[in-house]
């Protein structure tokens, strides 16, 4: 169940996508991301799957590994499919008792499944092929500018990497708590949902004190290792572009580009 | 009370890339009473196995009887297997959740049905036999030591009044007098209440000098199933695979070497010094 | 000269209720004195709670004397502008080795140190392929971290510390989280750095057996440093020893026993051939007053 989870989540392979810089990913990520909120245009997105099909070839990650994500946010896409089914006006094409399906709502609930399975298989793709650290350098530089006005880019990409590299740890301690607390008779299967959520608490309390306790002993690890920031820090890896990442560019380019056009076009 | 352990296999991640067998064919009885010592180094299938004993885990293939009753049959309740195996876990951070020791204690009971009156005379009971000071009942158990803090999930499983009971390392980094503590503890519940108990530990002299069985597992096998004096007639079979002797075994061997007529198969300190005084 | 010098250093913690009262002062440490040579392999023992940790960060300047004073290397820990020059001339590795990595490269993970004292680019990968080596780690240089032992993630924290160039290393109970093998390998690597490298170990710990070898012993016990000498001095005054709720060594103890049953044995017997000795030496004197 948990372990499903592969945000966040770094899948090892050598491949194209992985060995490009994390700046070009990133971007990446985000070109793709507004590609699908151009406009509710079948065209654009037969571009997007054929562009994300192509990443994902080229990624050398098991397509199984990318769906096994989605599993953990198929009710969050169940409730968004249902709201915009239910809630949007237009020609009434089914009508029982009291719920009403119109045709703008039945195509804006596929639109949205459809946008929020992207989304959720383009940032794992961007997550699965980056190690936490390369992402966090390429955050750190490629929002660099935001320095400028006095936005701590550095603090906020140290505090993501060490995000992601405690989610597999957190998830093996969750198990272990579970196996603790069912060997003490806890039941989580049964019952209702009040019944559920309180019997979550054995499992939350130690998993949050643990994660206190981690987070300090990690900070004085840090300081300990003279850690203070990013004043006057070298790098050992430093980014740089290779011709590879310009050729990434220019495909991302072209990708928005035809988007574009095809949202006014069509 | 008997377990009956029939050709176990486990397989870890069936069907991914990380397949693994972690138990193969493991087959043992287990009789009331019995103080159970389980050693092998780490990754050698030890804390796989006693998951196992109360169902946590479902062996792949093979059976495990609790009295004469198959735990892998449609009807049975694991439940119940889990009230009469109780196992503690290495880390007592994993288990304590309550605000304070008492209520802590009474989850187990809770658990099972009891009402509240029986939770709180099972919990007073379990708490009476890890030695707690009474003052800490409604302590946080956040603020104990560690030693405290393993005495109290120890207590939170016995509330289960379990006829097994299962301990993982429970004497891993303690100081002395907390790993004395944790063995005075065991001989009590050997004493008062005649539980059957199984130790899993990486101290050998600890082993030696209080269990009356020894298990050794090794990548997944139960290699040697004997006395301690018998077990660590092996030691350097043990040493081939990553285990050792209590360091006494090896002074009465050099001891010997230097020609005195010394019982080599000494496993403790009071052994080796009655042997020592007998030959000078 | 020293490189760890405490002088009259007092440490407490103060425990507040809700309202910010305080509702209890508890002493860690208690006017300590305590002097570590540069160069030796020094141990220092105590219970759980007796003090050693709370010592240790304070040569991190992880914490801050409440009274007396710490110098470290001729810094005194109170002057805010050493901390930086402390921390890399005395490194630190702690008890949990999952709970002191930050990354997921065990190469990024040495580099960790040197990039934040600013070594440039080129001297950090030569300086991490150096210290995995002398931990005999660099084959799993492009290793997960997470994926290793218990004792190849320790060596990996020493080796992160190396990096940095210490001149001390201070360990808490590194050991205390690994298995029989784990706890061997650590210590191998420990004494090979100070004997190669010449780089002060201080190790806190409660197994006695990692002691033995030691060059100098501190016990501290409630706070106080209740005993220092060589391990055998030390281990000369077992019953002393249990009284800090402390063990000794099998072969110590055993030499103990048989002392309280008559035998002359003399006291502080570290290693089995030296028990053989006196063994010997006593036998001999039984034979010659039975053949009188």
Known sequence: ?????????????????????????????????????????????????????????????????????????????????????????????????????????????????????????????????????????????????????????????????????????????????????QARGADFETGNIIKRAKSMVPILVPLFISAFRRADDLAMAMEARCYHGSNGRTKMKPLRYKSADYKAYIAMAVYLGICITLNIVL | ?????????????????????????????????????????????????????????????????????????????????????????????????????????????????????????????????????????????????????RRVAIAGVLAMQPEVLILDEPTAGLDPRGRDEIFAILKRLREEKNITIILVSHSMEDVAAHVDRIMVMDDGILKYDDTPRNIFKHYKELEKIGLAAPQVTYIMQDIKEAGFNVRTDAITIEEAKKSILETI | MSIVKAKNLTFEYIRRDEEGNVESINKAIDDLNIEIEEGQFVAVLGHNGSGKSTFAKHLN???????????????????????????????????????????????????????NIGVPENEIWERVEKSLKSVGMYEYRNANPTKLSGGQKQRIAIAGIVAMKPKCIILDEPTAMLDPNGRKEVLKVLHELNEQEKVTIILITHYMEEVIEADKVFVIHEGKLQMQGTPREIFSQVERLKEYRLDVPQVTELAYELRKEGLDIRPGILYSNELISELKRIKEERNVDNSR
């Not at chain 1, 192509?54 to 968004?80: D, M, N, T």
């Not at chain 2, 009753?69 to 196992?87: A, E, P, T, W």
């Open chain 2, 1 to 149: 009370m008997s377990i009956i352990v029939d050709k176990i296999n486990y397989i870890y991640e069936q069907g991914t890339n990380l397949e693994r067998q972690a138990l193969k064919d493991v087959s043992f009885v287990i009789e009331k009473g019995e103080f159970i010592g389980l050693i092998g180094h780490t990754g050698s299938g030890k804390s796989t196995l006693i998951q196992h004993l109360n169902g946590l885990y479902k062996a792949t293939s093979g059976h495990i009887y609790y009295d004469e009753q198959d735990i892998y049959d449609k009807n049975y309740n694991l439940r119940d297997l889990r009230n009469k195996v109780g196992l503690v876990f290495q880390y007592p951070e994993h288990q304590l959740f309550e605000n304070t020791i008492f209520k802590d204690v009474c989850f187990g009971p809770k658990n099972q049905g009891l009402s509240k009156q029986e939770c709180e005379i099972r919990a007073f009971e379990s708490l009476r036999l890890v030695g707690l000071d009474e003052n800490l009942y409604y302590h946080s158990p956040f603020d104990l030591s560690g030693g405290q803090k």
């Open chain 1, 1 to 181: 169940m948990i372990r499903d989870i592969t945000i966040g989540q770094y899948y090892q392979a050598e491949s194209k996508i992985h060995s490009l810089d994390p700046r070009v990913k990133l971007l990446g990520t985000l070109v793709f991301i507004i590609s699908l909120f151009l406009g509710m245009n079948i065209w654009i997105y037969l571009v997007a799957t054929i562009a994300l099909i192509a990443v994902i070839k080229l990624s050398k990650v098991p397509f199984k590994f990318i769906i096994r994500g989605l599993k953990a946010i198929v009710v969050l896409i169940l409730i968004s499919a249902m709201f915009n089914l239910f809630l949007t006006p237009g020609t009434v094409i089914l009508k029982v008792w009291k719920i009403t399906i119109t045709d703008r709502g039945l195509q804006t609930a596929v639109y949205m499944v459809i946008r929020l399975i992207y989304l959720i298989m383009g940032s794992s793709l961007m997550t699965l092929t980056t190690t936490p650290n390369n992402l966090t350098d390429g955050l750190e530089k490629g929002l660099g500018f935001l320095r400028v006005i006095k936005v701590p880019v550095h603090e906020i990409a140290m505090m993501m990497s060490i995000a992601l590299r405690f989610i597999p740890i957190l998830i093996d301690e969750t198990d272990k708590i579970m196996k603790a607390q």
């Open chain 3, 61 to 115: 300047v992880l914490v801050s004397p409440t009274e007396g004073s710490v110098w470290v290397d001729g810094m005194n820990t109170l002057e805010h502008e050493n901390t930086l020059q402390i921390r890399q001339r005395a490194g630190m590795v702690f008890q949990n080795p999952d709970n002191q990595m930050i990354c997921t490269v065990v190469d990024e993970e040495v580099g960790f140190g040197p990039e």
